[in-house]
């Protein structure tokens, strides 16, 4: 399917909205790889990536008919899969918590993902995002991988600019000390 | 994949954040590989979704309850839920503290009573029940006491209301309802000393023929009493 340009993506919008459902995959079809490489940079596990982007193109879904049509979709988008991650994550600690407790050995979700290389640079770059808090990896992924501006990150995540702007250089800085560490221990 | 490190010997942290960054949206940007499975199974679900309106409604408050959930700081939420259960506790406790509370409890019970009795009258055995089954204060139960009148008795009515200690004597309180020739109407009436009267076509105050006459009536206007024994 081809890439849907500005204009014809608005139309297919609004089409969804009035409940066209072959307007809602191509919607779908577009956002879906996105979606999919946000969460799964969130969550860095593949099966709870895919559920969080269930969850999320579901709500939207649901909610469409309510979506301003002057608003901007990506930040709304983005903000109900930002949510299911979260969401996701919580869960992901509670039953953490709950096997450290245990005596069932602890499954790290965090540790397996197949698309994640096992070796090189790459490697390190997943690492160390992973190592990051979750609002900065967050607000460094919209800002540098999905190419949002300030006041869209503000929408999707609720957080004021000047407080995504410093989680952005925090994620940065942390990026870059862990991975110039990589780089010595290579 | 990239496997180039982007530090070199001699790269200084700072100087080379452009670098870095390139190096690592190289990593981060390319898409995964769908499956269309995934996608098939969203469109699928989305097809034959079908929700109660109370599936309905519980996702209309997701939003919100993820807005609550990760948006407002954990101290906010603590005291905003502090504050609500204050709230709550107070407006129980003046449900269960108020003199009216047994009102809502105890069901109002029509009063069976011969259309022609000459006074108003309530059934002690009922409004015992009541107070069984309300579980109310026994001062605080209203007791349906029924007024009726004669037609004979006022032959230019066409409207009868009763007025007395009971509604502030508000002529608009309590209308009579006329039926096979009698007027009457069913009022809640705490136990006690009553005085009351009828007022024919909004103007003309009557005492009750068949009741005792107060001697004690306000206004100086005709005026009846009853007594209404507790339970």
């Known amino acids: 399917m081809q890439p849907l340009d500005a204009g014809t993506l608005h139309l297919v919008l609004m089409q969804a909205r009035q409940g066209d459902r072959t307007s809602f995959a191509r919607l779908v079809e577009h956002y879906y790889p996105r979606a999919l490489r946000f969460a799964m940079q969130m969550l860095h596990h593949r099966e709870d990536a895919e559920e969080a982007v269930q969850d999320a193109f579901i709500r939207v879904h649901d909610n469409l008919a309510r979506f301003r049509e002057d608003a901007p979709f990506d930040p709304w988008f983005f903000r109900i899969l930002g949510n299911r991650c979260r969401t996701l994550m919580a869960k992901r600690k509670r039953r953490h918590e709950v096997l450290e407790y245990g005596d069932l050995p602890y499954d790290a979700a965090s540790e397996d993902s197949a698309d994640i290389p096992d070796a090189g640079f790459a490697r390190d770059v997943h690492a160390a995002l992973a190592s990051l808090p979750p609002e900065q990896r967050e607000a460094f992924l919209l800002r540098h991988v999905n190419d949002m501006d300030y006041e869209e990150m503000a929408i999707v995540t609720g957080a004021k600019g000047s407080t995504l702007r410093m989680r952005v250089k925090r994620a940065i800085d942390t990026l870059r000390v862990r991975l110039r560490e990589g780089a010595i221990h290579e | 994949m990239n496997n180039q490190t982007p530090f070199g010997p001699g790269l200084e942290p700072g100087a080379d954040d452009d670098r870095l960054l390139r190096q690592v949206r190289a990593v981060l940007t390319p898409m995964p590989e769908v499956d269309r499975r995934a996608i098939a199974d969203i469109l699928n679900a989305v097809a034959h979704r079908k929700r109660t309106p109370w599936q309905r409604f519980v996702a209309r408050l997701e939003p919100l309850a993820e807005w609550w959930q990760f948006s407002v700081p954990p101290v906010a939420r603590g005291a905003s839920l502090a504050a609500g259960a204050l709230l709550v506790g107070f407006m129980a406790r003046g449900v269960i503290m108020s003199p009216n509370a047994s009102v809502g409890v105890a069901p109002t019970l029509a009063v069976q009573t011969d259309s022609q009795a000459t006074v108003p009258v309530a059934d002690p055995m009922r409004t015992t029940l009541q107070t069984v089954e309300g579980g109310a204060d026994v001062s605080a139960l209203r007791i349906p006491t029924q007024f009726v009148l004669d037609a004979r008795d006022v032959p230019t009515a066409s ?53 005792a006459e107060a001697t004690d009536a306000d206004f100086g206007r005709p005026g009846s009493v009853i007594i209404v024994q507790n339970p």
Request: charge should be negative; hydrophobic fraction near 45%; glycine fraction near 8%.
């Open chain 2, 159 to 211: 409207r009868v209301s009763i007025v007395g200690d009971f509604n502030d004597w508000d002529v608009s309180n309590a209308p009579l309802v006329l039926d096979r020739g009698v007027w009457s109407v069913t009022v809640p009436l705490p136990p006690g000393r009553h005085v009351y009267s009828f007022v024919v076509n909004g103007e003309t105050w009557v005492a009750d023929p068949r009741a």
